[in-house]
């Protein structure tokens, strides 16, 4: 087995987005992991480039390396920047109903995205989608992908679920509308036999030092991921869906 580290930053800011201080990466810290990833010697992928190679269409190279942003945050630009300056791709997952709100990433900027960049949707308005109605569960899936084609003008081939939350119903519709590939969580490396619906990835936090991007690396500190999924994510899942359900009730009148 192939272990492949897939990581997943969010935002790469001095000043943390309100809530979202766990997961925002401080640019300094940053770039030390642009050179842990550098010095590596790994090979970076994009998504849809991996998910190709997991279906036999292309050759996996050796020691091969993702780097993957959630969400469509403005500091996106520099990162992107300072991976391309180290000859490494990204793939950016957009929130399409975001697109050019306070810190996010405008239209007009995820246009001028160079060809290192690989820019796939993150639905429309970032729900748990294994909670939604079959109805908004289309909507986000597909309308994303028809907003950010539409922004683009070229076709968005890959998804990543809110929250790593999917099920067989919110993978369908993935396939079901035209994706090649999705990405899940997991905090897992991917591998060479891992399903190209969802590709694990390993969350990179504020606290995740150059040490820690190198033990990875290296292809320790994680588990393989795992072919199907754990009791434990549908105990969750079932506990989340009845808690959503108690609270629209209580809203009842």
């Excluded at 897939?6 to 925002?24: D, M, S």
């Excluded at 009791?231 to 969750?236: E, S, V």
Aim: aromatic share 8%; with cysteine; net charge positive.
């Amino acid at each position: 087995m192939t272990r492949v580290p897939v990581l997943l930053y969010h935002a790469v800011n001095k000043q943390p987005p309100p809530g979202l201080e766990r997961f925002t990466v401080n640019p300094d810290r940053f770039a030390e992991h642009v050179g842990a990833l550098r010095d590596a010697g790994r090979v970076g992928l994009t998504v849809s480039a991996f998910a190709a190679c997991l279906k036999n269409r292309r050759h996996l190279p050796d020691r091969p390396v993702l780097v993957t942003f959630d969400d469509g945050y403005a500091d996106f630009l520099d990162a992107a920047e300072r991976l391309a300056a180290a000859g490494l791709p990204s793939t950016l997952y957009v929130t399409t109903g975001q697109l050019g709100a306070s810190g996010m990433l405008t239209r007009v900027q995820l246009q001028s995205l160079g060809e290192a960049v690989e820019v796939g949707a993150h639905s429309r308005t970032h729900p748990r989608l294994d909670e939604v109605s079959r109805a908004r569960l289309r909507n986000e899936v597909f309308g994303s992908k028809a907003d950010l084609e539409d922004v683009l003008q070229r076709p968005a081939r890959s998804f990543a679920y809110p929250h790593g939350d999917h099920d067989q119903a919110v993978r369908q519709t993935v396939v079901d509308a035209g994706f090649d590939s999705a990405t899940a969580v997991k905090n897992a490396f991917s591998h060479d036999a891992d399903d190209p619906f969802a590709i694990a990835r390993i969350t990179v936090t504020a606290d995740t030092t150059a040490e820690r991007i190198g033990q990875l690396l290296q292809g320790r500190g994680a588990p393989a991921a795992w072919a199907r999924e754990r009791r434990r994510t549908r105990a969750y899942r079932s506990y989340r869906r009845v808690r959503r359900r108690l609270r629209w009730e209580a809203r009842r009148p």
